[in-house]
């Protein structure tokens, strides 16, 4: 499937808002993709596809992961809007014919972040962090920084990410915080 066939059903699959949110992230990913000399095809399959399990509405989507043998952990049942990511892969492949693991994987991992995350995986997950409709505490130094170094900006994206979840007393997944401290220990190493 072609990316404006993607870009045709992804359109007709999710609400207005998130399509559009979709198309931004897209395009943000590809500027970066430029800057960082990444796979320009990898990146923009993983970027128009990042949302595609948003298709499902919040309240279904925990019921619809078990029904497709998604495995849940914990947190995911807790927090069930963070299985869009589990399911965006599931659409990925089973609608939009996407096999590519690295894409597979920048889909999967683009809300809570992991460990060892490939350059395609942190350019989707920073796109979606800074597109142009983004608008938080830091937002701007985010960007900022994340059009300077991928991992600084992950890094920073985590810190930003945690202290929010902290303060709003929610659950943190353990793959936000494994990333987290995967890039910890690299830049306390980098201080010592």
Not at 104 to 110: E, P, S, V
Not at 179 to 192: E, H, I, P, T, V
Request: with cysteine; aromatic share 8%; glycine share 4%.
């Amino acid at each position: 499937m072609t990316i404006e066939e993607m870009r045709a059903l992804l359109e007709a699959s999710l609400p207005p808002k998130r399509y559009k949110h979709s198309v931004r992230v897209y395009e943000t990913a590809l500027q970066m993709a430029d800057a960082y000399k990444a796979d320009k095809e990898k990146v923009a399959t993983a970027a128009l596809l990042h949302d595609c399990g948003r298709e499902i509405p919040t309240k279904e989507l925990l019921a619809k992961a078990r029904g497709f043998g998604i495995e849940v952990d914990n947190v995911e049942a807790a927090q069930p809007i963070l299985l869009h990511a589990k399911l965006g892969v599931y659409y990925a492949v089973h609608k939009y014919g996407v096999h590519d693991a690295e894409v597979l994987d920048a889909i999967r991992y683009h809300s809570t972040g992991t460990t060892d995350m490939s350059e395609t995986a942190k350019i989707v997950f920073l796109a979606d962090m800074i597109e142009p409709k983004r608008d938080f505490p830091g937002v701007e130094e985010l960007r900022k920084v994340s059009w300077q170094d991928l991992d600084r900006g992950m890094f920073l994206s985590y810190d930003n990410t945690i202290r929010y979840l902290l303060d709003d007393r929610a659950l943190i997944h353990p793959d936000a915080i494994a990333g987290y401290n995967q890039l910890a220990a690299r830049y306390k190493a980098l201080k010592d």
